[in-house]
């Protein structure tokens, strides 16, 4: 009874294919329909086509989105989308200070730690440390903020070294509370 049309692209998600889809998905259908789009980059000019359509989806039609990393995709995006992860076993990181009252000792203990991180390992702690400012903290994130956990996964992904990712990240928690 359901029908599934699959938009699968093997390394980057385009304009053409956002919106090839977006017209799939205004063709009505009496059962449930599933477009699947999946790729391992989405570029943000295609993401922001998918909007409209992810917010308020025709009826009858659900939008699964298949990506390596959540940060492939932007935040609007997957504010719009239930997020399910496969069940990969992650390390659970214990991190011992808030982001609501870090400090400068904090961050450069914390640098060290992370000095010989790989770049599985570095991510796994991103999501970490996110989820720390998020639940555990409970912080109502800045848009710099945001932005800079997306920044920190493309730059790990790019091999960038996992302490200056670190410091970019712990810095932006440290200037907000001094800011203001």
């Known amino acids: 009874p359901n029908r599934v049309v699959g938009f699968i692209v093997e390394d980057e998600f385009k304009i053409e294919h956002a919106k090839a889809a977006v017209a799939e998905a205004y063709i009505s259908e009496s059962g449930t329909k599933y477009i699947i789009l999946g790729a391992n980059n989405f570029n943000t000019v295609s993401q922001n086509s998918l909007l409209k359509a ?27 989308l239930p997020i399910f992860k496969d069940k990969q076993e992650h390390r659970v990181y214990d991190i011992e200070f808030s982001l609501a009252k870090i400090n400068y000792g904090d961050i450069f203990e914390f640098l060290k730690k992370v000095a010989k991180l790989k770049k599985s390992e570095a991510k796994d702690l991103v999501e970490a440390l996110y989820y720390r400012a998020t639940v555990v903290d409970k912080l109502i994130l800045s848009r710099s ?29 440290s200037g907000e509370r001094n800011a203001s």
């Not at 945001?146 to 928690?173: G, H, P, T």
């Open 145 to 173: 903020q945001l932005d800079n956990f997306d920044k920190a996964f493309r730059l790990l992904e790019l091999n960038a070294r996992a302490q200056s990712v670190f410091a970019l990240l712990l810095m932006s928690f």
């Open 54 to 80: 992810l917010e308020e989806p025709p009826r009858n039609i659900e939008f699964i989105i298949l990506s390596n990393s959540t940060s492939n995709l932007l935040p609007t995006v997957r504010s719009r």
